[in-house]
């Protein structure tokens, strides 16, 4: 696991360090090729990494400034190649719905974890959990409450997008805030 | 003349009556080296019109099984439809080893099937048959007759009256429709067994081919249902928090293995499907799933990965010991034993792509069988011949078929939308 030092408040320096005690037990791993490019290096930020693939054109840093009564716009966040960290450009996205949980205590939450195509469809629903499960725990350090927060793992039942490119795996490998 | 076998083949046609089709065509893709010439000659009518060609599903069967290479009909010069016409010399000369000829006829209550399957070399008759079928039974006739002639060539037991459960999928993200299907095992005669705007997947048959195990997110979580085919009755019998996942029955049809990961990481469960009672029967940190009982029952094999990538395990019931079983590369997942518990079919990641493979358990040696890449769910026929599985073709999703051996290979793709998920029937009869 390879986390900057992007914490920008104690609580994210928090949530980074449970996460990354939480995973050593291996990352996700999606089935890529032996000697596709991987996503953390070829695709990263640049296609699937800006949120906009979500459709709400809205980035996380916006996400991250609205007002606490409303449920933030950016609700899917990407994940590399073979990883279930949280990627440092989505860390506001995550704060900015754990703000609006914490002051909604009634608002409830599903964390659906969603995996690309390759490799078999039980096991990818195991993976799909994995990351599910990596943005409840970095929300739930942030002080959301457990109660709020459910994972379902869709695994590669719900491809976001078809096709078997780099471009459409990258898009594929998400988790969705289904409020 | 043998017993009718009318009986069963009513009670199938009755239990499957058809609702919705999605009827599978077939694609032969790969014929094998190693296939016997047979030649089966058109069954006369008497003139009358026969809403079936018997013998060209018969035909067909053969050909996909890989054991046979049939005589295209232009090249028979003659069409004998009983033994008694057969001139040998004619067959010999085009190198066919068997003959089937047959007859079609009407009766007072469909159709009367007579079929002779004759020894070229030895000049001798092997079987000959009478067989009554209803008068929607002809293609049901045709898989049992087909049946006959593999066994009475090869000493296998012919799967071709079996049955395959199927998932469709049509649309993406949050705009899709599901549908459970069973077919015959060539793809006709598809009846919807269930339709959800929510996800389907991993159905498994019961030993008795009378229910069908499945993960179904209707409820918009994942949970395990059994249905009966026949009846449509049904029960939900997991609904855990978390993954309620790959049910497999055990061979006497009384236990369900399953995914739950209900205390954390995904983990093997078996569940008494009478009493609903659970035993936990892995507990690591990594996950467990995809789990298969090896035939004797005394095993499970499932997939891990506690070694870092996935890997089969064996995991024996009656010492709760684990043994890893793949060595050979980085990610091997889904394994299914053969019937007789000596091969391992299983996914297999190779330079080309995700493959269908078989490792022999004795020496441990993996083969990739499949000629396709993005291969997934390997089911094995009854007899362990073939492995159905699916792939994609373009951007679509089919079924292909393999033999165990890798030598013959055919695809059922669908009209429209994906198909996926397949499970291969036990015997039916």
Redesign the interface.
């Known amino acids: 696991m390879q986390f900057k030092s992007h914490a920008r408040t104690l609580a994210i320096a928090l949530s980074l360090a449970l996460i990354a005690g939480c995973s050593s ?2 990352g996700s ?1 999606d ?1 890529s ?3 596709t490019t991987r996503a953390d290096g070829g695709v990263g930020t640049g296609t699937a990494g800006s949120g906009q693939v979500s459709g709400t054109g809205v980035n996380g840093d916006r996400a991250g400034q609205q007002a606490d009564g409303r449920i933030p716009e950016v609700r899917t966040i990407y994940f590399d190649y073979d990883r279930d960290s949280i990627r440092s450009e989505f860390e506001s996205v995550l704060v900015a719905h754990a703000r609006y949980l914490r002051s909604n205590g009634n608002a409830r939450v ?1 964390l659906q974890g969603h995996t690309d ?7 990818n ?3 799909g ?2 990351r599910a499960n990596s943005v409840k725990r970095f929300l739930e350090v942030q002080g959301v409450s457990p109660s709020q927060l459910q ?4 695994g590669e ?8 490119g780099e471009d459409a795996h990258a898009q594929n490998r998400r988790v969705v805030f289904a409020y | 003349m043998k017993a009718l076998m009318t009986t069963w083949l009513s009670a199938l046609l009755i239990l499957f009556s058809s609702l919705a089709q999605a009827n599978l065509t077939i694609e032969i893709t790969r014929g094998s080296d190693r296939a016997t010439p047979i030649a089966v000659v058109p069954f006369s009518a008497d003139g009358e019109s026969v809403p079936e060609d018997v013998a060209q599903i018969i035909s067909d069967n053969l050909e996909r099984s890989g054991y046979f290479a049939p005589l295209e009909r232009n090249a028979m010069y003659d069409r004998p439809s009983s033994g008694d016409q057969v001139q040998y010399g004619q067959w010999r000369a085009l190198d066919v080893r068997y003959l089937v000829v047959g007859q079609v006829s009407r009766a007072a209550d469909g159709y009367r099937i007579r079929y002779e399957l004759m020894d070229v070399s030895g000049q001798r008759r092997m079987i000959g048959e009478s067989v009554s079928a209803g008068a929607n039974e002809l293609r049901g006739g045709a898989h049992y007759i087909s049946d006959q002639i593999f066994e009475a060539v090869t000493g296998i037991r012919g799967a071709f009256s079996t049955r395959i459960a199927y998932v469709t999928a049509q649309g993406a993200d949050q705009d899709m429709q599901f549908a459970l299907y069973v077919a015959d095992a060539d793809g006709h005669n598809s009846q919807q067994v269930l339709s959800s705007r929510e996800p389907i997947l991993s159905p498994a048959w019961s030993p008795d081919g009378r229910k069908l195990a499945y993960v179904s997110f209707e409820t918009e979580r994942p949970a395990i249902y059994v249905q009966d085919v026949g009846t449509g009755q049904r029960a939900q019998v997991a609904s855990f928090d978390g993954i309620n996942g790959a049910p497999a029955w055990s061979p006497d049809g009384r236990q369900l293995a399953m995914t739950l990961s209900k205390d954390g990481q995904p983990d093997i469960y078996v569940m008494d499907v009478g009493s609903r009672n659970l035993q936990q029967i892995t507990n690591s940190s990594s996950i467990d799933t995809e789990p298969a009982w090896a035939p004797d029952g005394r095993s499970l094999i499932f997939t891990s990965d506690r070694s870092g990538g996935p890997q089969i395990y064996r995991h024996n019931l009656s010492s709760g010991q684990s043994e890893r079983l793949t060595f050979t590369g980085n990610y091997n997942a889904r394994g299914r034993l053969s019937p007789d518990g000596e091969s391992l079919f299983l996914i297999h990641r190779s330079n080309s792509g995700f493959q269908v493979a078989r490792q022999d358990l004795g020496s441990g040696r993996l083969v990739v069988i499949s000629e396709t890449r993005w291969d997934e769910s390997p089911s094995v026929a009854p007899n362990g011949t073939m492995v159905i599985f699916a792939t994609q073709q373009g951007n679509s999703g089919v079924l292909g078929a393999v033999s165990a051996d890798g030598r013959a290979s055919y695809r059922l793709p669908s009209a429209r939308g994906d198909v996926r998920e397949p499970a291969w029937s036990p015997f039916l009869n």
């Open positions: 037990t291996g791993r089935g090729m032996d000697g599903v195509e390759r490799g078999t469809r039980e096991y629903m195991a993976l959990e994995r994972v379902v793992s869709y039942e719900r491809l976001a997008v078809r096709g078997n």
